[in-house]
């Protein structure tokens, strides 16, 4: 087992603006960084509202401690609930695809 794994993460459909407009990030993390085990999705949420949101709104991302209703995850082109939601252990490459459905107007 490898000591990292690289997980690409991205938001599209307005999530972005969330991110200083930034809709593509690779992230490298300790293959224990769960406390000693594998780093799951639940747990990358987590890293990415400590170290990636920029808007205070974090509200617009996570909704009591779990990614908020109107956001679809996918997991490698996958919907993540086929995979386990935020259960799933992240494996190196994986791709993790944020898409708000939610439409201002």
Same mark, same amino acid.
């Given at each position: 087992m490898a000591n990292? @794994?690289?997980?690409?993460?991205e938001f599209t459909n307005g999530l972005e603006i969330l991110f200083d407009n930034v809709s593509k990030h690779? @992230?490298?993390?300790s293959a224990d960084a769960d406390n000693g085990k594998s780093p799951t999705v639940g747990y =990358?949420?987590?890293? !990415?509202? +400590?170290? =990636? @949101?920029k808007d205070p709104r974090k509200e =617009?991302? !996570?909704l009591d401690g779990a990614v908020r209703p109107g956001i679809l995850v996918l997991i490698n082109d996958s919907d993540w609930e086929l995979e386990g939601e935020d259960k799933y252990e =992240?494996? +190196?490459n994986d791709n993790v695809l944020f898409v708000s459905t939610l439409h201002g107007g």
């Open positions: 990292e @794994i690289h997980v690409t993460v690779s @992230i490298t993390l =990358l949420v987590n890293y !990415i509202c +400590d170290n =990636l @949101i =617009l991302f !996570i =992240l494996t +190196d």
